[in-house]
């Protein structure tokens, strides 16, 4: 059994990895570099690498993501972190308008690697404005990647592979996994962008599943395997881009396929999925596909309202036995 | 340097004509640049103006900077290769200040595959990396860009500037406001350049905004700053001259505004005068105050015109023009473009270098959600 990292920590350490192989690495953010470092992601960095390059950002969100993409054309590889994704929608401007084209209109000659990392709240009542997980709004641009880490490692993984990539990346956080502990190793190691793991090997339902509706579907996977019932549990980590390829061969094998998406159903990533292998399967369905989400409604604060809010296990177990069924 | 507290929009016009430009302000070879840099982009600009229609090849909305050549003129003769410049959506004399390849400007707003941008951006989105030019058509942003490139010489240690060129329209944007604040705390090597033509489209500065003094308002953040009027381009010249020194000198950020006026419609050639929100009056006065006419009498009056010199210049410029539409005309169009590789590079150089392979990850899912506290 080798080290133990949490999800924040191995965070923290592809950080601090990246800084010390380069010192193109700047992080922003608001309070980046006081002890408690944004839920323990950046905690000890400015002991190390200094003010210059642990930057206490301006509540400026706007402002910091171009100041990143000002960064970016000057050389850097700048790491912006922010506390909820909720707050980061003031650099909508910049990230549409600028970090996302910037290649695009430079006749793709100039790549920014700015790297922007979005946590996303869930429980103790974040209610609506603490809370959004938007990666459906950023996978629709073109010129960004995105990712949706559900592990330790994977979470280190793929921040290496941003930071020393040469693409703008949005990275969102379930603030839900930060205690979540897995062998991590030590060395620096890739995630690769469009490479889904598949979490559980299945014949009978092809259950793709992100960020942190991740732990459920495993979770759910094992119910099921109980009662006889094979789920090949395919966790996307990054959807823009994805993996199509094994989501096409699972289904190819299954046919039968269910997105969790840990986000609202309209326009969402899982429908983006669902109609994408729809349009690419060329077998019989032998369940209609489906989508498993938060409902289309803003955040609940109250503690039994969040309960019934979010998808769970018993609701996913259901839906899936249902799928046996048809 | 120059009693300059009259100035603003509200009282250029009630002073009567400028009488105030001395060409002895700089050496005369800089008031004969100056001169042929402002005749160059006039040039430019209205023989742009003229062919567009009906030639209707120029398939791009294009921001004409005529009568507003000073400040590019002069940042043409200061800027250094090595500075950045990001410019607004009117762009082609800031595209000019930096010394970017004209002949890739034309091509660019002809959309052919030799252009700046090989036709991908247009005159309101132009840049040309390898002389350090940049712009973009939403309002503010490249300002706020600028400061991050600032942010970069800094800690670098860096001899360079970064300087951003915009209207007065652009500082109704919180953005704007948003880089005073950060630019003032972190002392920037970062310069302004505010050219307030009074309008945004049509609308009056003083109808969006409760003062038309910028150049006041951005002290209290830390910002430098010094009003000029923008026409007087020996002044012009004289203060971006020393703002660009004290900001190498580590300085901090200075803001120039400059008031000047655009004689075109806000976009095309197309007259948005049925919009009457100007006045031929204000549109006279401000011809007559031409910044190329008020030069040509101050180097008049200084004995400084040398009539063969100017001729040469006019030939040689007139020359570099009709080159410059022959090489936009006679290139191809931007053909079999791969969609994904224009949006996206999947070369990763450094990481391919640095970084291991993944290996299988057990991952345990049977732990709970992290606790939550108030935060
Ligand atoms: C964010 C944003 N809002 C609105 C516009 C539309 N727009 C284009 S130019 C312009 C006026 C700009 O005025 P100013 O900044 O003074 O520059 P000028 O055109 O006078 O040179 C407006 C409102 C825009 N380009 N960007
Ligand atoms: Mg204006």
Request: aromatic fraction near 10%; charge should be negative; glycine fraction near 8%.
């Amino acid at each position: 059994m080798g080290r133990e990292l949490t999800y924040a920590g191995a965070i923290l350490e592809a950080t601090s990895q990246a800084m010390s192989k380069s010192d193109q690495v700047v992080i922003m953010g608001q309070l980046v570099d006081y002890s408690s470092g944004v839920f323990g992601t950046t905690t000890g960095l400015v002991n190390q690498y200094g003010v210059e390059r642990v930057r206490d950002f301006p509540v400026a969100e706007n402002l910091m993501t171009q100041t990143a993409l000002g960064m970016a054309l000057n050389g850097f590889r700048p790491l912006i972190v922010h506390q909820r994704l909720d707050f980061m929608i003031y650099s909508l401007d910049a990230i549409a308008n600028w970090l996302a084209l910037w290649r695009f209109k430079s006749n793709g000659k100039t790549n920014l690697p700015v790297v922007i990392r979005a946590i996303v709240g869930k429980g103790w009542g974040q209610g609506p404005q603490h809370s959004k997980s938007l990666h459906s709004w950023f996978a629709h641009l073109p010129g960004l990647r995105v990712a949706i880490p559900a592990t330790a490692y994977d979470a280190k993984g793929i921040l290496l592979e941003s930071l020393l990539g040469e693409s703008p990346t949005i990275i969102i956080e379930g603030r839900s996994l930060f205690s979540m502990k897995e062998e991590v190793p030590e060395e620096m190691y890739r995630v690769r962008f469009g490479k889904a793991a598949i979490r559980k090997a299945g014949k009978d339902i092809t259950l793709v599943a992100l960020g942190m509706m991740v732990p459920i579907a495993l979770r759910v996977a094992a119910e099921l395997e109980k009662v006889g019932v094979e789920v090949e549990v395919i966790d996307l980590r990054t959807i823009s881009p994805w993996d199509e390829t094994a989501v096409l061969n699972s289904v190819q094998k299954t046919g039968r396929l269910v997105v969790a998406d840990p986000a609202w159903k309209s326009f969402g990533v899982a429908g983006e999925i669902v109609t994408t292998i729809a349009e690419r399967f060329r077998g019989e369905w032998k369940s209609r596909p489906r989508r498993i989400t938060h409902p289309d409604s803003h955040t609940p604060m109250s503690m039994s309202l969040e309960k019934e809010y979010y998808p769970n296990e018993l609701k996913l177990v259901e839906e899936l036995q249902e799928m046996m069924k048809a | 340097m120059i009693n300059n507290e009259w100035l603003s929009h509200q009282t250029i016009q009630s002073r009567g004509d400028y009488k105030e430009v001395r060409a002895e302000m700089v050496a005369p070879e800089i008031g004969f640049s100056l001169w042929r840099q402002m005749t160059r982009l006039r040039t430019v600009e209205q023989a742009l103006h003229e062919e567009y229609h009906p030639a209707d090849e120029m398939r791009c909305p294009i921001h004409f900077c005529i009568g507003q050549e000073s400040i590019p003129a002069a940042l043409s003769l200061l800027v250094q290769a090595s500075d950045y410049l990001f410019s607004h959506h009117r762009s082609h004399g800031y595209f000019f200040a930096k010394g970017s390849p004209l002949k890739e400007l034309f091509a660019e707003i002809y959309g052919k595959e030799t252009g700046a941008n090989g036709g991908k951006a247009g005159s309101q989105d132009i840049s040309h990396h390898e002389t350090r030019f940049y712009s973009g058509a939403i309002l503010s942003g490249a300002v706020a860009i600028a400061a991050g490139v600032a942010t970069g010489l800094k800690i670098r240690k860096s001899k360079e500037i970064s300087i951003a060129g915009f209207g007065e329209g652009a500082t109704d944007e919180g953005a704007f406001w948003e880089t005073l604040n950060y630019a003032g705390k972190e002392q920037l090597p970062l310069l302004l350049v505010c050219e307030n033509n009074r309008y945004a489209t049509y609308s009056d500065q003083l109808k969006r905004q409760f003062n038309d003094n910028i150049s006041e308002r951005v002290k209290p953040f830390g910002i430098r700053s010094i009003k000029v009027f923008g026409n007087d381009s020996p002044l012009v010249y004289r203060t971006i001259e020393e703002g660009i020194k004290s900001i190498r000198e580590g300085a901090g950020p200075l803001l120039v505004e400059a008031y000047t006026y655009r004689w075109n419609s806000h976009v095309g050639p197309e007259d948005d005068g049925k919009n009457e929100y100007r006045t031929s009056e204000e549109m006279n006065f401000w011809k007559r105050n031409c910044p190329i006419r008020l030069l040509e009498n101050a180097l008049k009056n200084a004995n400084q015109w040398n009539q063969s010199d100017i001729d040469k210049a006019k030939k040689i410029i007139d020359q570099e023009i009709a080159e410059c539409f022959r090489f936009a005309k006679e290139s191809a169009f931007p053909a079999g473009v791969c969609w994904k590789e224009l949006n996206e590079e999947d070369k990763t150089p450094l990481a391919d270098q640095w970084l291991a392979e993944e290996q299988a990850c057990t991952f345990d899912q049977n732990q709970s959600d992290a606790k939550l506290g108030p935060y």
